[in-house]
């Protein structure tokens, strides 16, 4: 669609011509109005993007166990380490299409997926992530969906971790000693910080390296920051006097 343009006169200066083009995304600096409606693009991405981290999910349902219980081992609690994989796709997908609802749309359809292809938790999975999205959601939508920078997006994988705590702890775990609820608690916030929310941020910007996101605030921002540092210096270079 073609945008449209409003023309402004100002007494003393030229008219200026401003574009009211709407694609989604706020570049930095203001330059482009943002909208958070759901573009065909944005549904399409989320969904590749859920469906990857859903088969994901399902490997890691093949394979955690031996690493959940020498964590045990350990220190009984500990296990829930293993958990941050389980909440890649709610912060994934919401750092990459920043819309209402992705985070959540992203966890769940991964969590079908997931069930789907068969665990031992059955339609429990989708509890799991309808819990897990919520969490992640929750704080995107604190920064009304504007700020993506590391640490807003380690918070999202933290609370997404804290959801899936107390959801284990209700479902999987109850009656346990305090210890092991308290240890269970912040060992899965630790691994959504770290795995859901460092994991999926380089993630993100990786995927945006190859230019697949070139439609998405990300993959502009990737841009404008390779432009920025190839900007010559504003120093002279001259030589020692």
């Not at 829930?80 to 992203?106: D, E």
């Amino acid at each position: 669609m073609r945008d449209r343009a409003t023309t402004s006169t100002v007494p003393g200066s030229e008219p200026t011509t401003t574009s009211a083009r709407v694609d989604g995304h706020g570049d930095r600096g203001g330059r482009r109005p943002r909208s958070l409606r759901w573009r065909v693009v944005d549904i399409v991405v989320a969904s590749v993007l859920a469906v990857a981290a859903g088969l994901v999910f399902t490997l890691w349902d093949l394979g955690y166990a031996p690493i959940s219980a020498g964590l045990q081992l350990v220190l009984p609690g500990m296990q829930s380490l293993v958990g941050g994989v389980w909440l890649l796709a709610g912060v994934l997908v919401g750092i990459v299409v920043r819309k209402p609802g992705a985070a959540l749309y992203g966890e769940l359809v991964a969590a079908t997926v997931e069930a789907l292809m068969g665990n031992v938790w059955g339609p429990m999975t989708l509890e799991s992530g309808l819990v897990q999205g919520l969490g992640a959601e929750l704080v995107l939508a604190i920064f009304l969906y504007r700020s993506y920078r590391l640490p807003v997006v380690m918070l999202a994988g933290a609370v997404a971790g804290l959801a899936l705590g107390f959801n284990d702890l209700v479902f999987y775990y109850a009656g346990y000693a305090p210890a092991f609820s308290i240890t269970y608690v912040v060992c899965a916030v630790l691994s959504g910080a770290v795995v859901a929310g460092i994991g999926s941020w380089l993630l993100v910007r990786a995927l945006a390296r190859t230019g697949v996101l070139s439609g998405f605030a990300v993959g502009r921002e990737l841009r404008a920051d390779r432009g920025s540092s190839r900007r010559p210096s504003a120093r002279s270079s001259r030589g020692r006097a």
